[in-house]
């Protein structure tokens, strides 16, 4: 269990614009179009969200070490 809350941990950004990918496509795929583009939009909201939540937990982290 603690091999997979770390792996979570690390990947959870990935995992989650991929599933936002697919759901993307399926809504695209059948005749949901505007909603599909809603839908993947998401995917570099995601990753960008995680990157700077990352950005900001790295340097908290470097602040409290001085």
């Given at each position: 269990?603690?091999?997979?809350?770390?792996?979570?941990?690390?990947?959870?950004?990935?995992?989650?614009?991929?599933?936002?990918?697919?759901?993307?496509?399926?809504?695209?795929?059948?005749?949901?179009?505007?909603?599909?583009?809603?839908?993947?939009?998401?995917?570099?909201?995601?990753?960008?969200?995680?990157?700077?939540?990352?950005?900001?937990r790295s340097d908290?982290?470097?602040?409290?070490?001085?």
């Open positions: 269990m603690k091999k997979f809350m770390e792996f979570w941990g690390v990947y959870y950004p990935i995992i989650l614009a991929f599933f936002s990918f697919v759901y993307s496509v399926t809504l695209w795929f059948s005749g949901n179009k505007l909603e599909g583009i809603f839908v993947g939009i998401w995917v570099p909201s995601i990753l960008s969200a995680s990157v700077a939540l990352r950005q900001r908290y982290r470097n602040l409290k070490k001085k």
